[in-house]
């Protein structure tokens, strides 16, 4: 994503947030400006701390509210760990699903699921009528495994 890019989707978030009631503050502005730029999902508390490097005064609880804001609006997208933790990241344009690297939590999206007969066959036996899903693969990337695809060796 380009600075230009970047620039543009903070200042839609502001934005938004601004349309749905939220103060836009010097440390909720941080926050904003942290999650566009970065490429990895981020846990609350590092968001925190990389918030406070400019902002000392501001709280956790800042921090879990803005990411809330965002995420109802569908700005982040939640990621969830198998241990539990949730991480937070840009959300995709368009439906697209997460891969996440669980050693430096480098995310990529990719598409082109057709989960259409799963859905259908899984409502008719359940009786629910599914409305979204999420799908997420969890490994170790390219780089930390010392590895670079062919595409990446041209950069």
Not at 86 to 115: M, N, W
Request: aromatic fraction near 6%; hydrophobic fraction near 35%.
């Amino acid at each position: 994503m380009t600075n230009s890019e970047t620039k543009n989707l903070e200042e839609t978030w502001l934005e938004q947030l601004q349309e749905n009631g939220c103060r836009l503050t010097s440390p909720r502005r941080a926050i904003v400006n942290i999650l566009a730029n970065s490429n990895q999902a981020l846990e609350a508390v590092e968001i925190f701390d990389l918030s406070r490097t400019d902002h000392p005064q501001l709280g956790l609880v800042t921090v879990y509210r803005t990411l809330e804001m965002l995420e109802n609006l569908a700005l982040v997208q939640r990621v969830h760990q198998t241990e539990g933790c949730h991480l937070y990241l840009r959300a995709p344009q368009g439906h697209k699903h997460i891969l996440v690297c669980k050693e430096c939590h480098r995310t990529d999206y990719f598409s082109g699921d057709d989960l259409s007969e799963l859905i259908e066959v899984t409502s008719q036996e359940s009786g629910y009528q599914i409305e979204d899903h999420w799908l997420q693969f969890i490994g170790v990337c390219a780089r930390c495994r010392k590895i670079v695809p062919a595409d990446e060796d041209a950069n």
